[in-house]
């Protein structure tokens, strides 16, 4: 287990930085995040994500180490519950809407609901700063962009 714990970690780092990177190559993110090494690796995204991972820590630090991850990994779930959202209202945009997809967002905006009301409001709070954090950023790299 221990062993597969590693070998996820080191892929969803990866990962990482190659997402903030692919953002970054498509004019979403700032270009820092695509600027990669001769080896192709993002280096610099990948230092400025592991800094703002250890600043959310330190921001949300429990008495122990369970909660501490219990926090954060319900923060993490919430966040992707938003990318659920911005899914199911690109479908309502697709093509002509019929009941095969009315239902499909039917279904994950009760779903995306549900779990956002049975959170606690400690970690609902995070996730709006979140969001508003990473708007703000956005809109100023859209700004950069235009300029």
């Known amino acids: 287990a221990a ?15 190659l ?9 979403l993110f700032p270009k820092i995040f695509g600027a990669s090494n001769e080896a192709g690796t993002p280096v610099k995204g990948l230092l400025i994500v592991a800094v703002l991972m250890s600043v959310i820590t330190l921001l949300t630090m429990s008495p122990s180490a369970a909660k501490e991850f219990g926090t954060i990994s319900s923060i993490a779930v919430l966040m992707t519950l ?11 945009g697709i093509g002509k809407l019929n ?18 009301l049975g959170s606690s409001h400690y970690e609902v709070a995070w996730l709006a700063v979140i969001l508003l954090v990473s708007t703000a950023f956005y809109k100023l790299n859209n700004l950069e962009r235009t300029t």
């Open 3 to 17: 062993a597969g714990c590693l070998g996820s970690l080191g892929g969803w780092v990866m990962a990482t930085g």
């Open 19 to 27: 997402t903030a990177k692919a953002a970054a190559d498509d004019g």
């Open 82 to 92: 938003v990318a659920y959202i911005y899914v199911a209202a690109a479908l309502l």
């Open 99 to 116: 009941w095969k997809i009315g239902a499909i967002v039917a279904i994950t905006l009760a779903y995306c609901s549900w779990a956002l």
